[in-house]
């Protein structure tokens, strides 16, 4: 008997409402709101412990928010995690490849998952588009990190997810491979794709958002779209107002 598989469910807006969460009384995110229509690049942006990995986890359904909600278009990620992880793709620091399996073999697995059906012709199509198709026989284990890392793009994005959601997505990468990821990422968004990154290379990511969130111990210090001179916008806003200098006194 042949199995049965959920559809997984579209949208075509994502929604963050006044987003909290607490770890026990450490508050790692602290009422955070944005939205993200489909066509759009958001970057979650802001220094180490900011809140940007629980955000992404948060996004992916793997974490509940302590407060607030999650709407994926109108469903909510309480009430539909398991099938709208079927319309999310996830790439973190953990590249979640098999390193003894081929490029092939690993990229053929998750399409597996995923029911589609010809994983072996959506796994060969990926590599290609990842410009390793003369690599796909070759051992994950053989890999550079910034091949490793195109693998596992494609990895999350074998199933054709409408929300693509990215932790540091340019670590490892040399220039070349960075230009082909923002070029990659800029396809999608033309075709449709939310895409949600946190990054620190400010450098790479310059131009690529259409809106920013700067995240600062948790809380939202600012946000922007289409920002232009992302760096300083960035030190502005992660720069603490100076106290002004306390005037002397004049003497009587």
Known sequence: M???FSLPIDFDELTVEDVSRHFGRRRAVTRVTFRAARGTIVGLLGPN????STMLSMLATLLRPSSGRILYGP?????QGALLRGSIGVL???LFLYPELTAQENLEFFAGLYALHEPAAAAAAA????GLADRAADPVSSFSRGMRQRVALERALIHGPRLLLLDEPFTGLDDASAAGLVARLLA???SGAIIV???HDLDLAEGLFDRVVFLRDGRMAAAAD???ALRSMYRDVMTPAREAPVSSRAEG
Do not use: I, N, V, W
Request: proline share 7%; charged share 30%.
């Open 2 to 4: 042949t199995p049965s």
């Open 49 to 52: 412990g900011a809140g940007k």
């Open 75 to 79: 469903h909510e990620s309480t009430a």
């Open 92 to 94: 973190g620091h953990d």
């Open 127 to 130: 590599l290609d588009r990842a």
């Open 188 to 190: 999608l968004r033309d």
């Open 197 to 199: 990154a946190a990054t």
């Open 226 to 228: 289409r920002p232009e």
